[in-house]
């Protein structure tokens, strides 16, 4: 039997309604969007009928999205894009040290090319101060991006008025949403936002879609050069099946959301309780309510979470972002939020998804209580500070 699955963060399986619409477009619909016949406009159709469910989602123009492979190269794109397209205005980039890897990383790549870029600390909470926005901002700012929920302790971050103090100073405002796009709203009006990444692996469609909003008469480069596909902005033949699962993943996430559900976060809520219940200590990462509804990170005291998660044959969770995995550091989303060490590597992430049941959060509380409990036992403690 497989584990409980409480790691939806790190991706999300496809959601059956999601299958069912891409197998014609792998099979009899096979066509290329740019042939001039049958075969190539039914997909051109279907690309555009995705590319209409996507912007319904968001708020926003069909034309003001372009699909891509994914959540990292829609960063790549925004941030590349912006300061290539903008470099006449200025050079200087501002975000903060606790996004994903796809935009720090960026950014770094951007420094060694002549940008300067402002990486601006967090509370203990993960929370960025739009008052320290507004200080690193100069005339040679060109773009702030700053991820919407942190993909590790789930903190939703005040992009909205970050967004809007952007726009009162002519900057570009991105944000990567790819862990808030499917459970929280993202309409790009309310967000303030110019651009906006989607991951599809995050909300239940597959791996190696995404889209990039850009609002209309953001000067954005392009990033992908080649023919003209996606209006000229992004090369490449089109991935007719997965862009088509992308539009009905967003369809359904629309649906998911008008309901308002708040089963997921109660049963985040219950998976709190029973594990704070550990007499040995447990320390809660993350906003306590300015997070995503469906994320969970806390902190085992003597605790090593690699070693408690090796215990759980049952469950299956992370010990921060599937991006980290493997390391035997703490996570610098958590020494960035001033997380003592000891604490940072008794870390675990439980992530809920739409189908996680109150049957399935007691059995996962039960074995996490029964590991915990057998390793203090034995006294396996997380490496010292040094």
Not at 294 to 309: M, P, R
Not at 363 to 368: D, G, K, L, S, T
């Amino acid at each position: 039997m497989n584990p409980l699955y409480l790691d939806y963060n790190a991706t999300t399986p496809l959601a059956p309604e999601v299958v069912d619409a891409m197998l014609p477009y792998l099979r009899e619909h096979f066509g290329n969007p740019s042939s001039n016949h049958v075969y190539g406009w039914e997909a051109l159709g279907a690309v555009g009928d995705a590319r209409a469910q996507v912007a319904s989602l968001l708020g926003c123009q069909p034309e003001e999205l372009i699909f891509t492979s994914g959540g990292t190269e829609s960063n790549n794109h925004a941030i590349r894009g912006v300061v290539e397209a903008q470099r006449e205005r200025g050079n200087q980039v501002i975000t903060c040290q606790i996004e994903h890897p796809a935009v720090l990383n960026t950014c770094k790549y951007l420094e060694r090319h002549g940008c300067e870029v402002t990486y601006l600390p967090v509370d203990r909470y993960g929370l960025v101060d739009p008052e320290a926005v507004r200080e690193a901002v100069t005339d040679r700012t060109v773009l702030i991006t700053l991820m919407h929920a942190n993909n590790e302790v789930g903190t939703i971050e005040p992009i909205a008025e970050i967004g809007a103090l952007a726009r009162e100073r002519g900057i570009v405002c991105h944000t990567d949403a790819a862990q808030s796009v499917g459970k929280l709203a993202t309409r790009v009006d309310d967000l303030n936002v110019d651009l906006l990444t989607i991951a599809g692996h995050k909300l239940y469609a597959p791996k190696g879609i995404g889209a990039l909003y850009i609002r209309e008469g953001t000067q954005v480069a392009k990033f992908i050069h080649g023919a003209g596909h996606e209006s000229g902005r992004r090369a490449g033949t089109e991935n007719v099946p997965y862009m088509v699962a992308l539009g009905k993943a967003c369809e359904l996430a629309a649906a998911w959301l008008a309901q308002e559900h708040p089963e997921v976060e109660q049963l985040r809520d219950v998976l709190r309780e029973r594990l704070e219940a550990d007499p040995g200590g447990v320390h809660l990462n993350g906003h306590p309510q300015r997070r995503l509804p469906n994320t969970l990170n806390v902190s085992f005291e003597g605790i090593d979470s690699h070693t408690l998660i090796s215990q759980l044959a049952g469950v299956a969770v992370s010990a921060g972002s599937a991006c980290h995995e493997g390391l035997s550091e703490p996570s610098p989303v958590l020494t960035a939020m001033g997380v003592v060490r000891e604490l940072a590597l008794g870390a675990v992430r439980f992530s809920l998804g739409r189908s996680t049941t109150r049957l399935e959060i007691e059995a996962a509380a039960r074995e996490v209580a029964e590991a915990v409990g057998q390793l203090r036992a034995a006294g396996k403690e997380a490496p010292t500070t040094t």
